[in-house]
């Protein structure tokens, strides 16, 4: 670092939107952290604002360092980043476009804005010679983005897996391992902080599904659609479905899967999968995260960490926010890298994979037959099965498949389903050999 650098410090003025969790981890970092920081980017980092939105509430800082007027931070001249951490779209997309538009640099943890609208906000700022940066939106401290934009850039990555939200792989843990419910183990997720009081965004496959359409665009270079991406929770994954998955050599995950099939076509989903127990993302457990991946030269790679809370994702934002001091420090451009518009992803319909199929049947000769050949008009074959009784004559049957497509698969479901001596599909399940 030149010397002169050194002697007259630039500093750097920063704004924030937003004190929640991560707001404030972010600002411990900065200030615990104050020589580290200086030492790696030559600049002093002078917070001048954070905007909120309730100012009735007590806090340690200065009153003065307060705002409830956001657009005073993104307009003001003196600022040169911007930390947006309130969430969301709508306000948070409308307060990055005024900030790139008044040249601030941007540092994001939004998943849902950047899901939704990073080809154009990151377009923008490019043109702007600006940063706009979202590493803490995908993983919280896991430094996943700035891999798949930098040091795996020249790989051809084949396929890309995450467990991608750290409530879900919680609740299916303790359900694996206590055997207990999926609503019991919410609403103790719930009570420990790990889960919201309205729990959608992440049991429903919201969450995963941001994440893993970031990825993608990173990864391939266009933004998919999330009208195109197939999702699915895991409030129907049950207890005996945990029980067949240890029999047949799987854990469950909710994971987030893409991988390109052609040029400009990608296969996208998020849904809840058995994956074998060789697998690496098999053994992150509990509120972890990880993101799996092949590459053409790099192989088999896996990130993992903690992928939510105040102080992984604080380290993510602080991270992005280095990486902006040293392109201002070097007077460089910025450094935000774009990627366009219009990948398609294919209808989840033309999957082709193996999997799970969990019955109740009437406890009879012939049952067996009549499921096996149902299945095998419609090009379903079977690798294994397990089956027990149950009380009042039924029994019930669990099957692998071969490898088939998905809209054979579910057409022969039907078919079983009509039979007489099928009285339940209990459930069905992806399952993943990769």
């Known amino acids: 670092m030149p010397s002169s650098t050194l002697a007259n410090p630039r500093t750097i003025k920063v704004g924030f939107l937003g004190f929640g969790t991560v707001g404030e981890g972010t600002h411990r970092m900065l200030s615990d952290n104050v020589d580290e920081i200086f030492r790696k980017t030559g600049a002093k980092i002078n917070i001048t604002s954070i905007g909120i939105k309730d100012a009735s509430k007590a806090r340690c800082l200065p009153s003065e360092l307060f705002t409830t007027d956001l657009k005073s931070i993104v307009t003001d001249p003196k600022i040169d980043v911007v ?40 377009s923008k700022a490019r043109k702007k010679n600006l940063d706009l940066h979202f590493e803490a ?43 207990a419910n999926f609503a019991d183990v919410l609403a103790d997720a719930q009570k420990l902080g790990y889960a919201e009081a309205d729990s959608t965004n992440d049991v ?11 990825l993608a665009a990173i990864t391939f270079g266009k933004q998919v659609d999330l009208s195109d991406i197939h999702r699915e929770g895991i409030r129907s994954i049950g207890t005996e479905d945990m029980h067949y998955a240890e029999v047949f050599g799987y854990r469950i995950k909710l ?18 999968t058995m994956i074998p127990r060789t697998h690496q993302l098999a053994h992150v457990d509990d509120v972890f995260n990880a993101v799996w991946l092949k590459g053409d030269f790099v192989g088999d790679l ?8 105040g102080d992984p994702t604080a380290s993510a934002v602080v991270g992005d926010l280095i990486d902006v001091c040293r392109n201002i420090v070097n ?19 033309e999957l082709e994979t ?33 089956m027990k009784s149950k009380v009042g004559g039924l029994g019930e049957i669990a099957f692998l498949t071969h490898v088939c497509r998905e809209e054979d698969f579910v057409a022969a479901i039907e078919e079983v389903g009509n039979l007489d001596c099928v009285t339940k599909i209990e459930s069905w399940m992806r399952v993943e050999q990769s």
């Open 137 to 179: 939106a995908v993983g919280g401290g896991i430094p996943v983005v700035q891999a798949l934009k930098h040091q795996l850039a020249g790989n051809d990555v084949i396929k890309l897996m995450g467990i991608l939200n750290g409530t879900t792989n919680y609740i299916l843990t303790r359900m694996e391992a206590e055997g």
């Open 354 to 386: 193996r999997y799970y199929l969990r019955l109740e049947v009437q406890d009879c000769p012939g049952t067996l037959g009549q499921i096996s050949t149902t299945l095998g008009r419609r090009k379903v074959g079977l690798t294994a099965m397990e």
């Open 302 to 309: 896996m990130f993992s960490g903690r992928g939510a809370g």
């Open 83 to 122: 930390l947006e951490l309130i969430g969301g779209e709508e306000l948070a997309g409308e307060m990055v476009d005024l900030a790139l538009d008044h040249g601030k640099h941007v540092v994001t943890a939004n998943k849902e804005l950047i899901a939704k609208q990073g080809s154009r906000l990151i």
């Open 204 to 214: 429903d496959g919201f969450d995963t599904m941001y994440k893993i359409a970031i």
């Open 255 to 272: 994971l987030g899967i893409c991988e390109e099939i052609e040029p400009d076509t990608l296969m996208v989903r998020v849904h809840p």
């Open 331 to 349: 007077e460089g451009d910025g450094s935000a890298i774009p990627y366009g518009e219009g990948m398609k992803s294919l209808p989840i319909s």
